[in-house]
Structure formats: C-alpha cells, structure tokens
C-alpha cells in the first residue's frame, strides 16, 4: 500500500475496501487542533460508506490530541447501529480514550487483522 506524504500540521488518511462488508480508514500522524478537522472530513466520508463494519486504523497515530478524541467520539454516535472498530495499540491513543471513559464507545483492536476478523 503507498504510504500517503505529509508534513507538519497535516494528516495522512487513506482509505481501504478489504472486502464487501469492511471499509477500513488508515490515519497517520498527529491528531492534534490543527489536523482535527482533516480527520472529521474523513470520518465522514468513511461514515458515508455502506460498509457493514467501519474500522480506522490507529496504529500510526503518535499523538491524540482531546480535539481529535472529540471527533473520534461525534463520529461513534453518529455511527449508529455500526459501532466503529479501532486499531489502537500505542499508549499515546488508547490513554487518553481510557483516563475519559470514552474507550467503552468503540470497539478496541490491537491490530488491523483482529479489527478485521469476520467475527462481531
């Protein structure tokens, strides 16, 4: 898979269809003020997608600000029935998730294959 280029202030997201019913969002980089609203914008069109199961990929993520958290919490809610699995292994991004309770509203993965495993 290319690895999408970015630089300071700026998000990578790339988006996957592993299989009919996975859409999978990559996000790399710091989830901070400056890039929450590029990761809303791809929240969105992972949200618009008709996958069964919507999966992001935290795994490159090396800061998570509570303005990307905030956006990560809207876009659970906005979910509905289809509860987002992330992939979140890094204490950088489970930790504040965690110290806020707001771990209980998304499906947690170590890595990108159990967040795709065809179990619920």
Known sequence: MPRP????GELGVTFERPDAR?????????IDTLTAGALERALSGLL????????VDLTAVTFLASSGLAVLIR???????RR???????????RP??????DQL??????RAAALSPSD
Do not use: K, Q, W
């Open 106 to 111: 998304f499906d947690l993965y170590p890595d």
């Open 75 to 81: 876009t659970a809610n906005e979910a509905g029935e």
């Open 22 to 30: 996975h859409t999978l969002l990559v996000v790399e980089g710091e």
């Open 97 to 102: 998730m965690e110290i806020t309770g707001s």
């Open 5 to 8: 280029t970015h630089g300071a």
């Open 84 to 94: 987002l699995r992330l992939v979140a292994a890094a204490r950088a991004v489970r």
């Open 48 to 55: 618009a997608e008709p996958a069964e199961v919507l999966v």
